[in-house]
């Protein structure tokens, strides 16, 4: 615990709210909470100073002609895969609500949450936070992970951590999925996985006008979803991954993860992965074909032919 020494990060956690305004006193024991993945996370709020000096006969800069520029609150939350963690956060990743489990990226932006994060002696309350990149990743012996690349407008003075975390609200014990819970098909056909990462990235970018907090995020260009895919190099592989779809035809990626918990699972699904060629390094141990390939929209495809679907079943049976 923190002490006149300094603090630890073993303390650290998040807490998530939706709420129409974000600030501390809207967290209790009904918000879901989070531990954290991977050793902490990087998200801070910060503002830079604008110097407006020019040429003033000195070598030096003056305080007095500094002033207070943006704010902007930035980082990486890195967290588990759990069933409860992608209730929360995939409409904030696709902006669209869950519908049966099923959501998909939508042209509207993604709805503002806000984070209240223990930072051992403190805690800090981020406010109206959007996520403009997530990264989806596994490999083989490791749980599933996930990391929200985050923008948003200001935090709240920071509080005294001492008793005032939310009463009763713990962190998440939903069990994660692991890599063992995956198996990946190649337009139905199984095939073997060492490891995958998908990257969706929504083009989002904070807006400013008259003020030193953002407006909120605006696309500054097409969203991006690549997935990367290293899989036993053998003649199957080659002919049906590496040289399986020359464009415009497209191969479908569907990755499931079953839960030990019956009844629940995780689904991705790239209906239209286009990955170019490339043959496999020779190293001094075994050939692994690594691809990366580029997730695009197919017509009459399902979900209204969207690059990426995610299928998150969270009730047991």
Same mark, same amino acid.
């Given at each position: 615990?923190?002490?006149?020494?300094?603090?630890?990060?073993?303390?650290?956690?998040?807490?998530?709210?939706?709420?129409? $305004?974000?600030?501390?006193?809207?967290?209790?024991?009904?918000?879901?909470? +989070?531990?954290?993945?991977? !050793?902490?996370?990087?998200?801070?709020?910060?503002?830079?100073?604008?110097?407006?000096?020019?040429?003033?006969?000195? $070598?030096?800069?003056?305080?007095?002609?500094?002033?207070?520029?943006?704010?902007?609150?930035?980082?990486?939350?890195?967290?588990?895969?759990?069933?409860?963690?992608?209730?929360?956060?995939?409409?904030?990743?696709?902006?669209?609500?869950?519908?049966?489990?099923?959501? @998909?990226?939508?042209?509207?932006?993604?709805?503002?949450?806000?984070?209240?994060?223990?930072?051992?002696?403190?805690? @800090?309350?981020?406010?109206?936070? @959007?996520?403009?990149?997530?990264?989806?990743?596994?490999?083989?012996?490791?749980?599933?992970?996930?990391? +929200?690349?985050?923008?948003?407008?200001?935090?709240?003075?920071?509080?005294?951590?001492?008793?005032?975390?939310?009463?009763?609200?713990?962190?998440?014990?939903?069990?994660?999925?692991?890599?063992?819970?995956?198996?990946?098909?190649?337009?139905?056909?199984?095939?073997?996985?060492?490891?995958?990462?998908?990257?969706?990235?929504?083009?989002?970018?904070?807006? @400013?006008?008259?003020?030193?907090?953002?407006?909120?995020?605006?696309?500054?260009?097409?969203?991006?979803?690549?997935?990367?895919?290293?899989?036993?190099?053998?003649?199957?592989?080659?002919?049906?991954?590496?040289?399986?779809?020359?464009?415009?035809?497209?191969?479908?990626?569907?990755?499931?993860?079953?839960?030990?918990?019956?009844?629940?699972?995780?689904?991705?699904?790239?209906?239209?992965?286009?990955?170019?060629?490339?043959?496999?390094?020779?190293? !001094?141990?075994?050939?692994?074909?690594?691809? $990366?390939?580029?997730?695009?929209?197919?017509?009459?495809?399902?979900?209204?032919?969207?690059?990426?679907?995610?299928?998150?079943?969270?009730?047991? $049976?």
């Amino acid at each position: 615990m923190a002490d006149a020494c300094g603090s630890s990060s073993l303390f650290a956690r998040i807490a998530y709210s939706n709420a129409a $305004t974000g600030e501390f006193a809207a967290f209790s024991s009904a918000n879901p909470a +989070f531990p954290l993945a991977d !050793g902490g996370t990087s998200l801070s709020w910060n503002q830079a100073h604008v110097n407006a000096i020019g040429l003033n006969g000195r $070598t030096a800069q003056s305080t007095e002609l500094t002033r207070p520029g943006l704010e902007l609150v930035d980082g990486d939350i890195p967290l588990l895969l759990t069933p409860v963690m992608l209730d929360t956060f995939l409409p904030h990743i696709t902006g669209r609500a869950l519908s049966a489990g099923v959501t @998909y990226p939508a042209e509207a932006e993604p709805g503002k949450f806000h984070i209240l994060l223990h930072r051992d002696s403190s805690l @800090y309350t981020y406010i109206d936070l @959007y996520i403009v990149r997530a990264e989806i990743s596994g490999t083989a012996g490791e749980p599933l992970r996930a990391s +929200f690349s985050i923008v948003g407008k200001t935090r709240e003075k920071a509080h005294n951590a001492g008793s005032n975390w939310p009463v009763g609200l713990e962190t998440s014990k939903s069990v994660p999925y692991m890599f063992s819970d995956l198996n990946m098909t190649v337009d139905g056909d199984a095939f073997p996985l060492r490891s995958f990462r998908l990257v969706y990235d929504s083009g989002l970018a904070p807006v @400013y006008f008259d003020d030193v907090v953002m407006c909120g995020v605006k696309r500054q260009g097409m969203t991006n979803t690549t997935l990367q895919l290293v899989l036993p190099h053998t003649a199957t592989s080659y002919a049906d991954v590496l040289h399986g779809a020359t464009p415009p035809s497209a191969l479908n990626i569907v990755l499931t993860a079953t839960h030990p918990t019956a009844g629940m699972s995780f689904i991705m699904r790239a209906q239209g992965w286009q990955a170019p060629p490339k043959d496999p390094n020779v190293p !001094g141990g075994e050939i692994l074909l690594d691809l $990366t390939g580029t997730c695009r929209t197919v017509d009459s495809g399902a979900s209204g032919g969207a690059e990426i679907i995610f299928t998150n079943d969270s009730t047991p $049976t």
